[in-house]
C-alpha cells in the first residue's frame, strides 16, 4: 500500500530508480512546457492581444509553448471576462493536469 502524504512524483522516482515502468509513458513535457503547465494550473496565465501575460514575474511563457500544450490536449483556452485580457489559459474540465485528452473518436464509416 502506498503512503498517502508522499508525493506522486517521490514514489514514481523511487519506482524508476529500481526499474519498474509504467505500462504507458507519455510524453515528456520540455522545461518550458512544464513551467507553463504550472503557471496554468496556479490561474497565472492569460492571453492579451495574443501573447501570454503572466502574474508571477519569475516565468516566462512563449504563446508556442501555450500552443504546444493545446495540441497536446493539456490546457484549452476561452474567453475572459477580467478587464484588458481576452483568453483565459486553463486545464480542461474534468481532467488534472498531465492526463492528456483522449483522441476523439471517427464515426464508423459502412
Not at 503572466?54 to 493539456?74: A, H, Q, Y
Not at 481532467?95 to 464508423?108: D, Q
Request: glycine share 6%; with cysteine.
Amino acid at each position: 500500500m502506498t503512503n498517502p502524504t508522499v508525493p506522486a512524483e517521490h514514489l514514481l522516482a523511487e519506482r524508476s530508480r529500481r526499474g519498474a515502468r509504467p505500462l504507458h509513458q507519455p510524453p515528456a513535457l520540455s522545461t518550458a512546457q512544464d513551467a507553463a503547465l504550472r503557471a496554468i494550473v496556479q490561474g497565472e496565465v492569460t492571453i492579451t492581444d495574443g501573447r501570454p501575460i503572466i502574474r508571477s514575474n519569475d516565468i516566462r511563457v512563449s504563446i508556442n509553448t501555450i500552443r504546444s500544450l493545446e495540441s497536446r490536449g493539456l490546457v484549452i483556452r476561452e474567453p475572459c471576462l477580467l478587464r484588458h485580457q481576452d483568453e483565459r489559459v486553463h486545464l480542461p474540465a474534468g481532467r488534472p493536469a498531465g492526463r492528456p485528452a483522449a483522441p476523439a473518436a471517427r464515426p464508423a464509416t459502412h
